[in-house]
């Protein structure tokens, strides 16, 4: 039986799982994600309209696991409809190096609150 990597990361994440505060995520923040993070839930594409800044962005199935990661995204770029993707995790630039995220780790997320938009 083969053991899927956990990999919990140290942020605070928020998640948005409202049709507002989905389609308002990130859009027009001026400062970046700082050890915190956007969870948009259902979602299997993003776009970078109106961002000031570049992100992470791991895409997950229903069981939390990755199946697609697109880093270092820039403001104004479109992610299309991700197979199997359920939702969202956007991130700091640069998390998915630092904690060696690979598709098929499970991904343990620190809730803290709902966002509303």
Same mark, same amino acid.
């Given at each position: 039986m &083969?053991?899927?990597p956990k990999k919990s990361l140290p942020?605070?994440?928020k998640i948005a799982n409202t049709f507002s505060a989905r389609l308002k995520g990130l859009m027009f923040r001026r400062s970046p994600l700082d050890r915190q993070g956007l969870w948009i839930t259902p979602c299997n594409s993003i776009h970078m309209f109106f961002m000031n800044f570049p992100i992470d962005a791991v895409f997950l199935d229903k069981e939390v696991r990755i199946v697609k990661l697109v880093g270092d995204l820039d403001p104004w770029k479109i992610? &299309?409809?991700?197979p199997n993707a359920y939702s969202v995790?956007?991130?700091p630039v640069g998390t998915i190096?630092?904690?060696?995220l690979q598709t098929g780790d499970?991904?343990?997320l620190?809730?803290?609150e709902t966002v509303s938009a």
């Open positions: &083969k053991t899927i942020y605070r994440i992610v &299309k409809p991700i995790v956007e991130l190096k630092k904690f060696d499970i991904l343990e620190n809730v803290k």
